[in-house]
């Protein structure tokens, strides 16, 4: 038998005829969902990143908006965005950062600079003051077809310094490129008290790109290096022969859930991060080589087919990128530990000693 279905009350048939119950209509559930459609096709019609979502300063917007009568206000538009909020903003940071150029005539600072290029492709010249506080950016300067010697950085450099008050300043850190070193021996001459000292991470990569790029023929050297140029350039062969056709991307992400690396030729130890990669891939790629798929697609340079899989299988090759990775480690290590913002200066002289006896003993065993 059925059960009696209760009839419906007075109230809840007026509630239906109204379209909305009183627990919605008291938290307003149906403007939230609007206000929520609206910042949301906010992020899609400009392709905002959708990461801008946890940036505090966005949540405090809306929560400030909503906590407040503020009836008929309307957001700023693009031309105040670009200049009055501009320089609002700008004099807000500068007195946040009173309090920390208070503490450089008692704690030091250290003046840091690199060349870097806009998304224009425009050389820059940045300056940083750095603290135990953090970094602090202090300009960039456009060097457009200027040409970088000793005389120029140093020119710029020793503006720097007595904008900031050279009896506060420890040290200049630039790269260790000739030009950067030159400039920091001109700023030790102006100033005495003030020592030049060269990036260790910079000096660090310098090392290894000579390791892992001996091109000269004529250099003494070159015969012992030249095979780790040859597994860079074989392992950037490989990424670029499955990256680069969509059939074999295609099957290589059938077979393995990790991705290869695309580093920039800039950044640090790019070489031995993309190795370190590939043989995290080594079990993925050697079951797609040797599968039925790869054998039967040959529509596309099939030569070079053949030179992956041959790679791939190869157990000596795989002992050669092993055997590299693990003499450069320690290097490795230390460019982590030294590329960041912390103070580490204090570490890195007992590293230092330390990673060429960890190096030493890898090449020996």
């Keep these: 038998m059925p059960r009696d279905i209760p009839l419906p009350t007075e109230s809840s048939e007026k509630r239906k005829r109204r379209g909305v119950s009183a627990i919605e209509s008291s938290f307003n559930l149906e403007v939230r969902s609007q206000l929520d459609e609206l910042i949301a096709r906010m992020f899609y019609t400009s392709g905002l990143p959708f990461n801008l979502a946890r ?28 200049t009055t909020l501009l320089v609002q903003e700008k004099t807000h940071v500068e007195s946040l950062l009173v309090s920390i150029k208070a503490t450089w005539s008692t704690k030091g600072v250290s003046i840091v600079s690199d ?31 200027m040409s970088k010697t000793k005389e120029y950085i ?7 310094i007595n904008e900031v008050g050279a009896q506060n300043i420890v040290q200049v850190i630039t790269d260790n490129a000739a030009n950067c070193r030159a400039a920091g021996i001109i700023v030790e001459q102006k100033h005495p008290h003030i020592f030049w000292t060269p990036c260790v991470v910079h000096t660090l990569n310098l090392a290894l790109k000579n ?56 950044r640090f130890a790019s070489a031995i991060v993309m190795l370190k990669r590939f043989v995290a891939l080594k079990e993925s790629l050697s ?24 790679k791939i299988v190869n157990d000596l090759w795989w002992d050669d990128v092993r055997y590299f990775l693990s003499f450069t480690e320690p ?30 003993t890898d090449l020996s065993s």
């Design 154 to 160: 140093a020119e710029k450099m020793l503006a720097i």
């Design 115 to 145: 060349g870097w290029s806009d998304a224009q492709r425009r050389p820059l010249l940045n300056f940083l003051a750095v603290t135990e506080d953090g970094p602090m950016f202090l300009r960039a300067i456009n060097t457009e077809g």
């Design 287 to 310: 079951v797609m080589v040797v599968s039925e798929k790869w054998s039967a697609y040959r529509d596309d340079n099939p030569g070079q087919a053949q030179f992956v899989k041959e």
């Design 55 to 82: 940036n505090p300063y966005f949540r405090k917007t809306f929560m400030f908006a909503a906590n407040r009568q503020i009836g008929g206000y309307v957001p700023p538009s693009y031309n105040k965005l670009r």
């Design 211 to 266: 390791i892992c790029a001996s091109m000269d023929s004529e250099d003494e050297l070159y015969n012992e290096f030249k095979w780790i140029n040859e597994i860079i350039g074989d392992a950037s062969a490989i990424k670029n022969c499955i990256m680069n056709h969509s059939m074999r991307l295609s099957m290589f992400n059938e077979y393995s859930k990790l991705k290869f690396l695309a580093i920039a030729d800039t």
């Design 331 to 360: 290097i490795y290590s230390m460019i982590r530990v030294a590329d960041t913002d912390k103070p580490c200066l204090h570490l890195i002289y007992e590293m230092w000693d330390t990673m060429i006896e960890k190096v030493k």
